[in-house]
Nanobody
Framework: QVQLVESGRGLVQPGGSLRLSCAAS????????MGWYRQAPGKQRELVAS???????NYAHSVKGRFTISRDNAKNTGYLQMNSLKAEDTAVYYC???????????WGQGTQVTVSS
């Protein structure tokens, strides 16, 4: 059974930093594409950043220059480094991935990020 487990939730002050991790486990042959999404209260889930199997990245305009997505293929883990955090970054963050030779896509359980003074 394939699972994505996120870690790194927390409360941080505006201007602070936080790093989220997303570890894949189960019968997998490696991560293909991975993305980080977020959902704030009363809002739709939105794509924050994505990274392809080849390492190409894409960012939402609102986080470009502040967030960095990366991956460690040997560990089947993805990361989202978040710097210069703002109150509007407060949301539940979800990782999403699809895997080599495995149908479908998978979601993590979500992790809460709160930016507040």
């Amino acid at each position: 059974q394939v699972q994505l487990v996120e870690s790194g939730r927390g409360l941080v002050q505006p201007g602070g930093s936080l790093r989220l991790s997303c570890a894949a486990s189960g019968s997998i042959f490696g991560i293909n594409n991975m993305g980080w999404y977020r959902q704030a209260p009363g809002k739709q889930r939105e794509l924050v950043a994505s990274i392809t199997s080849g390492g190409s990245t894409n960012y939402a305009h609102s986080v470009k220059g502040r967030f960095t997505i990366s991956r460690d293929n040997a560990k089947n883990t993805g990361y989202l480094q978040m710097n210069s955090l703002k109150a509007e970054d407060t949301a539940v963050y979800y990782c999403n991935a699809d895997f080599l030779l495995t149908p479908g896509e998978y979601w993590g359980q979500g992790t809460q990020v709160t930016v507040s003074s």
